[in-house]
């Protein structure tokens, strides 16, 4: 009998959306939140679970625990355009959790949702074996703002916002056993892009938009199978975090390594008509950060990397669970 | 250093809601569902976490699991009086874990969901080293419909709906090894009061509303310090499943430890006003569901136990994670 190793995470969620039936959801499973029409607006769901032996390496902090596991929540409402309404956390833990432990994972939490202006509204607490949690964001955006996955047109320009390759170094530093604070925070203490996803959503261009944790590889090859599009991708133009480039130096195989296929970076991925990218620019400089353009979207059923003058096919490395690469 | 089972879960909940900053949330942390409030209407949220080791008895069937995950977070909602508008469902699970099970837990999820008239939405998957799931419902009430935890007054009745001791008594079973299907199915699946809920919330006479799936003393504690009162409750009019009185025979001891203190009932336990009693009992009747009055609010801060001509203080000994008794 089958294993769900021999499926890997995104084929085993095409077969849990074969069986669910259709609800009277206006976007379902397959983009980062599910969405409901409230009116003129559309209600944003979407969660994220958390375990510590696959997701919590022992360097991690319980304050980081809790920004982390509200960050990546909110990192797929900002994927959407959303603005964040409050979150519900679920708790597993085992006996032997100290009261300091659950404190410091609290506020870790807390200050996260108050850095963006949300609150954890609710939750559950249960006793399990290793530390899991849960958290479910719930958040709002004005229907004709929400940035669906769904939209790339050949022609299109490819962009991504920030840097690449934070969670890299941070994966380096802890494979390396350096105890290098800044480093590990790339990784640990993800910052998702609620801002510049508010601020693209309200340009109303951007054709498909999705956040990278899972990896820029891995994201891309997602929008190309939702779009039946391909894209060509200039790997100068990809921005590197500066702090992956000091970690490996003259290494670029490495560098290119992390930041293509590593996942983790909460960054948007996005595609907007070519004419709209000044504006754009402007616009996510409003929330003190940089849009780059990284390639555009084509009519070919393939992803190109383009290094210099050779070209070839990008290899869809990125982060899967159940059969791939992992953080620890 | 104290650990989280010198506090147990209700110290736990009380510490986290002391750490979290309050947000813009109409009710918050300490009822069954969290509510925003959108337009005449509350959104509703609430969410709840099972794992393999405590919650998932080897004798559960995959679509048993997925059944009871959705199952669990309907309860809450019915206690509020809210129509399901979609679930969110995250799925950790083992690498080892057969594609079949996976596709049954499904199956058993989305049977619960479209009995109810909803359906899954959306969710995560990750690997993990034990089963765990967390489910989080979404729905909606009118304002004016919305059943709170809070509003208890004395001189109202207590009441609550169907019988109790369902779940006590699959776990007899479970307990003893006997292969009693029917037994099982008590504990296992359960069925939430969504119906009842909503006949009841539109009557918007119910003072005070939750579901019992602690157990009914633990519940009654909960919805004594809540509201600053206390209850006398009359023993003979518990109505006992009979399911249970099959199982126990004559030894009311033991009957009675089941069905006040024993917890995965999901019914609903409520407070009204005495002159609505006819009307309510007429009201969860159109859901083919009966409704029993087992005792009333008093003044003193107690909760009494009324056998015959003896009275007794009602132990508080309902299901309580980290400390207390557990189910597997």
Same mark, same amino acid.
């Given at each position: 009998?089958?294993?769900?190793?021999?499926?890997?995470?995104?084929?085993?969620?095409?077969?849990?959306?074969?069986?669910?039936?259709?609800?009277?959801?206006?976007?379902?499973?397959?983009?980062? #939140?599910?969405?409901?029409?409230?009116?003129?607006?559309?209600?944003?769901?979407?969660?994220?679970?958390?375990?510590?032996?696959?997701?919590?390496?022992?360097?991690?902090?319980?304050?980081?625990?809790?920004?982390?596991?509200?960050?990546?929540?909110?990192?797929?409402?900002?994927?959407?355009?959303?603005?964040?309404?409050?979150?519900?956390?679920?708790?597993?833990?085992?006996?032997?959790?100290?009261?300091?432990?659950?404190?410091?994972?609290?506020?870790?939490?807390?200050?996260?949702?108050?850095?963006?202006?949300?609150?954890?509204?609710?939750?559950? @607490?249960?006793?399990?074996?290793?530390?899991?949690?849960?958290?479910?964001?719930?958040?709002?955006?004005?229907?004709?703002?929400?940035?669906?996955?769904?939209?790339?047109?050949?022609?299109?320009?490819?962009?991504?916002?920030? @840097?690449?390759?934070?969670?890299?170094?941070?994966?380096?530093?802890?494979?390396?056993?350096?105890?290098?604070?800044?480093?590990?925070?790339?990784?640990?203490?993800?910052?998702?892009?609620?801002?510049?996803?508010?601020?693209?959503?309200?340009?109303?261009?951007?054709?498909?938009?999705?956040?990278?944790?899972?990896?820029?590889?891995?994201?891309?090859?997602?929008?190309?199978?939702?779009?039946?599009?391909?894209?060509?991708?200039?790997?100068?133009?990809?921005?590197?975090?500066?702090?992956?480039?000091?970690?490996?130096?003259?290494?670029?195989?490495?560098?290119?390594?992390?930041?293509?296929?590593?996942?983790?970076?909460?960054?948007?991925?996005?595609?907007?008509?070519?004419? @709209?990218?000044?504006?754009?620019?402007?616009?996510?400089?409003?929330?003190?950060? #940089?849009?780059?353009?990284?390639?555009?979207?084509?009519?070919?059923?393939?992803?190109?990397?383009?290094?210099?003058?050779?070209?070839?096919?990008?290899?869809?490395?990125?982060?899967?669970?159940?059969?791939?690469?992992?953080?620890?």
């Amino acid at each position: 009998m089958k294993n769900i190793s021999d499926l890997g995470e995104r084929k085993a969620i095409q077969l849990i959306a074969n069986i669910l039936s259709k609800g009277e959801v206006a976007v379902g499973i397959g983009d980062d #939140c599910a969405a409901f029409e409230f009116g003129d607006e559309y209600l944003l769901v979407s969660t994220d679970m958390i375990s510590e032996k696959n997701h919590i390496p022992p360097v991690m902090k319980p304050w980081q625990i809790g920004w982390f596991i509200v960050a990546i929540n909110l990192s797929d409402l900002a994927a959407k355009g959303g603005r964040p309404l409050g979150l519900v956390l679920s708790l597993g833990l085992p006996k032997k959790i100290s009261v300091q432990f659950l404190k410091e994972l609290i506020r870790g939490a807390d200050d996260c949702s108050k850095f963006y202006g949300t609150s954890i509204v609710g939750g559950d @607490t249960k006793e399990s074996e290793d530390v899991t949690i849960c958290g479910t964001i719930l958040g709002r955006v004005k229907k004709n703002e929400f940035m669906s996955r769904r939209g790339a047109k050949p022609g299109d320009v490819v962009a991504v916002t920030g @840097t690449l390759g934070k969670a890299g170094a941070g994966y380096y530093a802890l494979k390396y056993g350096k105890q290098d604070k800044k480093l590990l925070k790339g990784l640990l203490e993800p910052i998702p892009r609620i801002k510049e996803g508010r601020m693209l959503a309200q340009e109303k261009f951007v054709t498909a938009c999705m956040d990278i944790s899972d990896g820029l590889s891995s994201s891309l090859y997602q929008l190309q199978t939702i779009n039946n599009v391909g894209f060509t991708i200039e790997k100068e133009k990809i921005p590197i975090s500066q702090m992956l480039l000091n970690c490996l130096l003259e290494k670029d195989l490495e560098i290119y390594e992390y930041a293509l296929h590593f996942g983790g970076d909460y960054e948007l991925l996005l595609t907007l008509p070519s004419d @709209t990218v000044d504006q754009a620019i402007t616009s996510v400089a409003r929330a003190n950060n #940089c849009l780059t353009i990284i390639g555009k979207v084509t009519k070919e059923d393939k992803i190109t990397l383009i290094e210099g003058k050779r070209k070839k096919i990008l290899p869809d490395k990125g982060y899967e669970h159940f059969s791939r690469n992992k953080l620890c």
